[in-house]
């Protein structure tokens, strides 16, 4: 009997087993009622929840759900975009010693590699940098010394030009009284002398601000250094602390900014040089004075896209009329329009087209936006910034086509 009972309880185990797992497919498939009702009551409530988000019994549209829960994410977003733009606004000096390294990293890079194929890489880096800095310092100089030169005579020039810009507005076809510009002049006399104490005050803030932006330029120059010298490794190792599944994502994203970066600087720098040389030939053609500063002017001002060349050219054309008369102001204005379309239809589809390709109302508004927020800084940063971000959006959105490495042998330029 017992046998009997052991050799049952050794049969029923295998059955058990076969039992249990059809029991236990069985249980886990015999709970649809239980889920039909548990369905029912989530649809119960969920309708009930409608019910209250509702008023006077209408239900809330989809959309406007839809909305909502977008708009608080959008705030939410908004909030930490002005909080970094907060913390900016407090580190700018910072932030425009940091931009300003990155454009001399993006220029003189290529000069470096170069010179680093035949000298160890710290004393290529170094001699790029300074030959640079010295090319750049030897023509200030020159151009201050002009100045200088020039100041007297410039001078004279300016009060025999006012003279002349009164006899014709005061002449055909203008016809504006005499009365009407004395009073005009002396208007200018009284602001100046009433306001002496606060245009004192303003000159001695631009020598703190001169203070801000010689240190702003010595950090650039040591951060460029090092970014020339190690720049690729600084990368590879901010990449090694990232979860390595976001390593690939964040290297197309790096190397996509910094070749619009660098692509934009290197081009924009072209256009500036390319438009200063027009306008110097021309001012010294028209033998205008101070044609060397105001080619340096309009090359400063270039890198403002769309304002700051025909700023540039006002000033020429003030200079023009003040000492050249009206007919070489006139040539001076049309110089304007002629740049600004070889600017626009020639040099920046051709050198800028491949690194940016921003509508020229982004372009615009990002010039405005940017110096509404930083001023004259924001004018300069804002189309970059935004071409960068720009690009490296269309880079993430498209399809990728071949793997890249996570160290390749060569830098992201």
Known sequence: MGGGDTQVDDRSRP???RGGRR?????????PARGARAQSRAR????AVRRAGDHDGVAVHRGLRVAAA??????LLGVAVYAVFTILGRLQLVGVALFLAFVVTSVLRPLADLLARRLPRAAAVALSMVGSLIVVLGLLVLVG?????ESTQLGQEFSGGVGRIQRWLEGAPFHVNHAVLSDLQGKVS???SQHRSELISRALSGAGRLVEVLTAGALALFCSFFFMHSGDKYWYWFQDLLPEGARDTWGRAGRTAWRTFAGYTRGIIIVAASNAVL????????RVPLALPLMLLEFFAAFIPLVGSPIALAVATVVALATRGPVIAIVVLALIVVVGQIEGHVLHPL???WAVRLHPVVVALSVIGGSILAGVIGAVVSVPMVSVAWSVLSELRAPRTRPEPDHPGRSPD
């Open 15 to 17: 059955a058990a087993g």
């Open 23 to 31: 029991l236990r497919h069985v249980v886990l498939g015999s709970r």
């Open 44 to 47: 119960t409530a969920g309708t």
């Open 70 to 75: 977008y708009a608080w994410r959008l705030l």
């Open 145 to 149: 010394g002009l100045i200088a030169k």
């Open 190 to 192: 009284t602001f100046v």
């Open 279 to 286: 306008v110097g030939i021309a001012l010294f053609a028209l």
């Open 351 to 353: 050198v800028l087209g």
